[in-house]
């Protein structure tokens, strides 16, 4: 579906971390070599992706909407990998997000048609490029998002310049106090619309907006609350909108949904108090491949609250894992690794030791007990247990919190089978 053979032709060699000294090969090649992670056949630190997670996540997210009824344009930011992207499309994704203008280059560039750039666009330079593209390419479908008349008044001044053949595409973000971005009332937000309705033939308003992850707070009941305003809060626009006729051709779009809160914009179907026909779009990104800890967490809330995933069977798996070598036991508890900040995240939480190897072992073993106290930029300090198995030189697998934090670490990330063997490989572009 996208154009990857610049990808798959890309040169890759031992420069790049996790690469074995001395290979030299383009990045398609990697996966008929034989590497062997439980092998030693390649240095560590090494980020991986389980193949089998990530088969699992791209097709239960499928299912996911399809049991809610949303079209899913999953958050880009979370891999920067358009052989990611490529999964997600031809799964089924609408579009995908983007967060930058340096987004939106990758992303044209591999050939993503539909994108929804879930930001305020008032880079100058980010304008003439999108505006270019939809001069150049009539099957480009952008939409990116406005919360003020300023906002407003810059786009329609530049598309009337650049005497661009067609219009942006604009949903109005509606937001909440101490919130980020959006409209800070309903009113504020039909204001903002009707700002973009009289900018037409330059400007088409085509939807409304809103992102429920920055409205959490440490009381998990009143976080609900707060995304349920929200939610109410859109929905409210949208309809006056239409009762005021400022949506312009075509179905109104509806869309909201991070990684943390996915099935509350399902909500938005019964909430939305118009005839017209909408469509409601879903912009989760990290379910592709899941995490062992936060979203972790957030999942098992989701199930609580919508009983109906039970009937999708097994929930999202996490897909990735960082590998590297016991180096030190410097003192009783206390084991030295080879992985730190600039192979893990750590923003959230700190990794999880899940399991471990040690050559002559069938397979690699779960690892309980063991916990990521600190981290510096090449060594994290393990807690050990008494009783723990490690010994120096043994392999050890850590789970990770946040994977948009792990994905920009790695510029080409090895994807794994059930045996640990490499059988592919994907860029990353950050």
């Not at 304008?127 to 009539?138: C, H, N, Q, T």
């Not at 509806?254 to 099935?263: E, H, L, R, T």
């Amino acid at each position: 579906m996208l154009d990857l053979a610049e990808i798959w032709d890309s040169p890759v060699d031992d420069r790049t971390k996790a690469i074995p000294g001395g290979a030299a090969l383009p990045l398609r090649d990697i996966g008929r070599q034989g590497w062997r992670l439980l092998e030693g056949d390649m240095p560590l630190p090494a980020a991986v992706l389980r193949q089998s997670a990530i088969d699992h996540n791209v097709d239960w997210m499928r299912r996911f909407t399809g049991l809610t009824g949303m079209l899913l344009c999953p958050h880009g930011k979370t891999s920067m990998s358009p052989q990611l992207f490529d999964r997600q499309l031809r799964a089924g994704a609408w579009g995908i997000t983007a967060a930058t203008v340096s987004h939106l280059h990758v992303y044209r560039r591999f050939g993503i048609r539909r994108i929804l750039l879930a930001n305020q666009l008032v880079d100058p330079a980010g304008i003439r490029f999108i505006l270019s593209e939809l001069a150049r390419d009539p099957d480009f479908d952008f939409y990116c998002l406005v919360d003020s008349v300023a906002s407003v008044d810059i786009l329609r001044e530049a598309a009337a310049k650049s005497g661009c053949p067609r219009p942006i595409q604009l949903l109005v973000e509606v937001g909440q106090a101490g919130g980020r971005t959006g409209a800070r009332s309903v009113e504020q937000a039909v204001e903002i619309a009707r700002a973009v309705h009289d900018g037409g033939p330059h400007l088409a308003l085509r939807g409304v907006e809103g992102f429920e992850g920055v409205l959490e707070v440490a009381d998990p009941a009143e976080t609900i609350v707060r995304i349920e305003k929200m939610l109410d809060d859109m929905s409210e626009v949208a309809a006056r909108c239409d009762a005021l006729g400022l949506f312009a051709a075509g179905p109104v779009i509806v869309s909201a949904g991070g990684s943390q809160f996915y099935d509350l914009p399902s909500s938005l179907r019964r909430r939305l108090g118009t005839e017209r026909e909408a469509i409601f779009v879903l912009r989760s990104g990290c379910y592709v491949t899941h995490d062992s800890s936060w979203f972790s967490e957030y999942a098992k809330a989701i199930a609580q609250r919508m009983p109906e995933v039970g009937e999708l069977g097994e929930g999202l798996r996490p897909a990735i894992e960082v590998w590297a070598y016991v180096q030190s036991l410097p003192e009783p508890g206390l084991a030295i690794v080879t992985m730190g900040k600039r192979d893990a995240s750590f923003d959230v939480h700190m990794p999880t030791p899940l399991k471990w190897h040690r050559d002559g072992m069938a397979a690699p073993a779960p690892l309980a007990g063991h916990q990521v106290l600190r981290m510096n930029d090449q060594h994290a300090y393990v807690t050990l247990p008494e009783g723990s198995p490690l010994r120096v030189g043994d392999r050890i697998a850590c789970g990770i919190a946040h994977p948009c934090t792990t994905f920009d670490r790695w510029p080409v990330m090895l994807v794994v089978d059930n045996d640990y063997r490499v059988v592919d490989a994907i860029r990353t572009f950050f």
